[in-house]
């Protein structure tokens, strides 16, 4: 059982109480447990497997969630969880997925109207039925439709798995077939190495010494659900969690060629083809050959592919076809940044909003990393339902910095908490704190987290708005969208972009894993406008600074360099940028 898996039980707890209206504190209380077993990066299964007392050590998990963790490890259900369901039908909670249906509403579709599936809930506003509700009308049905349309789209399009998701679960069954003896190389290829938001499947290759059992060691991984086919070279399996994997077994000889096809993309490798047909040689997944001769070319490496057709190696991350093989025959291949290029995190959240941990904790975890500095960035009182800063409590959390700013360098540490704030950019494009606040901190960071579905030229307009009031430094989450479970809303990202060059404000690149937001197409675009990035994690917790990999790996997916990114800068240079910002 992973962690995601544990963790959605408590979120299903959560949601389940709130549908039926109960207590709200135990309603967060549980949404908490949730969001902190996500973002643990270690194993909870095998903490309890090892030593349930363990578990005491996790900032806010209390003993009675401690005790349903273990609980659900040991007998894979949780009581408390099946007795809500037993209120409450399943269906009820897949409301939740249609956008606009948060739990109170759930709660009252299904108490006043018995709507308890997205199908009923679609006939009911086609019907007309759901303006009885109270605070719905005709212009909610037609949102509610629109969103289904929305839910239906994502369903269709999912069987793609989160790269958070399908990343780490390469990594372990990789693990698992390098452990046979026998086996040379193991290499996971297809999107996940050029990293990808979005994985499609595991393709996993796999050289060895003749006769080593490798689909044997493949199709008996406790992780496998079911055996799809198994063949002497070729298999394929889904995982228990719904992933599908490939392994391919390949002779040493062909393992550069085949690495090289099978990271992809297909658009890559056809234009690749294309290249090698003209020099009179011909690529495919066994190696480069002279058309003529068939004489093989192409090497054990993925370098010798590259170099047979008069290329350098290309970053996997590049491979796309948007332009880097013309790109790599010119010499002109950027340098891609790196994860130790980054300097501090200025996205983070503590207890004073919806973190789970003091400002304290969460600078002790940067500087455990080796960042140099960490933005507080706090929601502002807008975000209700994230406990979100008035002016006063803002200033307070200031003063508070301060005091650990000042406690910092009397032990002669270098590291720096910076005074920030996730000011609401509100429906009106004005911003959710007063400019004599706003005036106080090191730097503002500008969200949109509301009005979702506002048309595309009043979204622009909103965040065009926001932006030219000088105060912004950096527009967070760009363009709002969740991976899986909500569309980015509508906004001219061209225009954005222009604006934040003209007023000199950085677009962030949230590297949360549902997030990544800006995505690859328009972190390339912003560079090549010159907009500055900040690759954030938005933590709330200490241990999602980790989630920064997926943020520098999406951002290589944009072609971002180290001096295109905010957060690669020492300290000083920093603070100059953002006040030169204002
Ligand atoms: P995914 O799994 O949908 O996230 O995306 P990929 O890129 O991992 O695609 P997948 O698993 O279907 O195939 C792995 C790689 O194999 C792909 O990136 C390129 C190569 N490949 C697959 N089919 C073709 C093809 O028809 N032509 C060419 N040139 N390459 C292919
Ligand atoms: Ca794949
Ligand atoms: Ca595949």
């Given at each position: 059982m992973d962690n995601a898996e544990i963790a959605k039980f408590f979120m299903e707890i959560a949601d389940l109480l709130e549908i039926k209206n109960e207590n709200p504190f135990r309603v967060r209380s549980y949404r908490n447990a949730g969001l902190i077993i996500e973002g643990l990066p270690i194993s909870l299964e095998s903490m309890v497997l090892k030593d349930?007392?363990?578990?005491?050590?996790?900032?806010?998990?209390g003993t009675s969630i401690h005790e349903k963790i273990v609980e659900i490890i040991k007998t894979g259900q949780c009581g408390v969880h099946r007795d809500l369901l037993k209120e409450v039908p399943s269906g009820v909670l897949e409301l939740?997925?249609?956008?606009?249906?948060?739990p109170k509403k759930a709660g009252l579709l299904y108490e006043k109207l018995g709507i308890k599936t997205v199908e009923a809930l679609e006939e009911a506003a086609r019907a007309h039925?759901?303006?009885?509700?109270?605070?719905?009308?005709e212009r909610s049905e037609g949102k509610i439709l629109k969103a289904i349309e929305e839910y239906k789209n994502l369903k269709s399009s999912s069987g793609r798995f989160r790269l958070s998701t399908a990343e780490p679960a390469a990594r372990k069954y990789a693990e698992h077939m390098k452990g046979?003896?026998?086996?040379?190389d193991v290499e996971v290829a297809g999107s996940l190495r050029r990293w990808?938001?979005?994985?499609g499947d595991i393709d996993i290759l796999v050289t060895c010494r003749k006769g080593t059992p490798v689909m044997e060691r493949f199709t008996n991984y406790?992780?496998?659900?079911?055996?799809?086919s198994k063949g002497e070279t070729k298999s394929m399996v889904i995982l228990k969690s719904g992933l599908q994997a490939d392994v391919r077994v390949l002779e040493k000889k062909a393992f550069g060629a085949a690495i090289q096809y099978f990271t992809g993309s297909k658009s890559h490798n056809i234009a690749l083809r294309d290249r090698a047909k003209k020099m009179g040689l011909k690529l495919s997944e066994y190696g480069v050959f002279e058309?003529?001769?068939?004489?093989?070319?192409?090497?054990?490496?993925?370098e010798d592919v590259y170099r047979a057709i008069g290329l350098p190696w290309i970053p996997?991350?590049?491979?796309?076809?948007?332009g880097e093989i013309e790109a790599a025959e010119k010499g002109e291949l950027p340098t891609l940044i790196e994860g130790k290029d980054i300097k501090g995190d200025l996205h983070v959240h503590t207890n004073?909003?919806?973190?789970?941990?003091?400002i304290e904790e969460m600078a002790e975890s940067a500087m455990a990393r080796g960042y140099e500095y960490i933005l507080i960035t706090d929601h502002s009182k807008a975000v209700g339902i994230a406990h979100g800063l008035d002016g006063a409590r803002l200033e307070k959390e200031m003063r508070e910095i301060d005091g650990l700013n000042e406690k910092l360098k009397k032990n002669g540490t270098k590291f720096r908490v910076l005074k920030g704030a996730e000011a609401d950019i509100r429906a009106d494009g004005t911003?959710?704190?007063?400019p004599e606040v706003l005036k106080k901190l090191d730097c503002v960071v500008g969200a949109v987290h509301s009005g979702?579905?506002?048309?595309k030229a009043e979204m622009t307009g909103r965040i065009v708005k926001a932006l030219s009031?000088?105060?912004?430094n950096i527009l967070a989450h760009p363009t709002g969208r969740l991976i899986g479970s909500r569309q980015p809303y509508e906004v001219d990202m061209e225009e954005v972009i222009a604006c934040a060059k003209k007023h000199g404000v950085c677009l962030e690149l949230n590297s949360y894993p549902e997030r990544l937001d800006l995505n690859d197409v328009h972190l390339r675009l912003a560079k090549e406008r010159g907009v500055m990035i900040s690759i954030s994690t938005?933590?709330?917790?200490?241990?999602?600074?980790?989630y920064v990999l997926y943020g520098v790996y999406t951002a290589r997916r944009g072609w971002l360099?180290?001096?295109?990114?905010?957060?690669?800068?020492p300290l000083g240079e920093l603070m100059k940028l953002f006040k030169d910002g204002r």
């Open positions: 349930e007392k363990s578990l005491e050590d996790i900032p806010g998990i939740l997925k249609v956008s606009g249906v948060g039925r759901l303006r009885n509700i109270p605070g719905m009308g046979l003896p026998g086996v040379i990808k938001d979005t994985i406790p992780e496998v659900r079911d055996v799809v058309e003529k001769t068939g004489k093989r070319l192409g090497f054990e490496k993925e996997p991350e590049l491979r796309e076809n948007r004073q909003s919806d973190g789970n941990s003091t911003l959710d704190f007063s979702f579905s506002m048309p009031t000088g105060y912004v938005d933590a709330h917790s200490p241990f999602h600074f980790e360099e180290k001096t295109d990114v905010v957060n690669t800068r």
